[in-house]
């Protein structure tokens, strides 16, 4: 995150799953789990963000970290 603050780093932790990871994932049969589970940490933090909880912003942002291509 360096200098970055959490309203900036999620999102774009967020953008970086969906658009560079998940495809990955999508493109065999045997991804289906890591995208299923991919989905979920990326539907956490929207809603995480939406409500404001910085503690579900601050969990759901290292478990996005973990998601590698």
Known sequence: MSNE???TAL?????????KVLPHYAAIREG???VTMMRA?????????AEGDIAAMIEVYQS???WEA
């Open 11 to 19: 999102p774009a932790e967020m953008a970086r799953v969906r658009d």
């Open 5 to 7: 603050s959490l309203g």
């Open 41 to 49: 940490d990326l539907d956490r933090a929207a809603k995480a963000l």
């Open 64 to 66: 996005l970290k973990e």
């Open 32 to 34: 289906l789990f890591a």
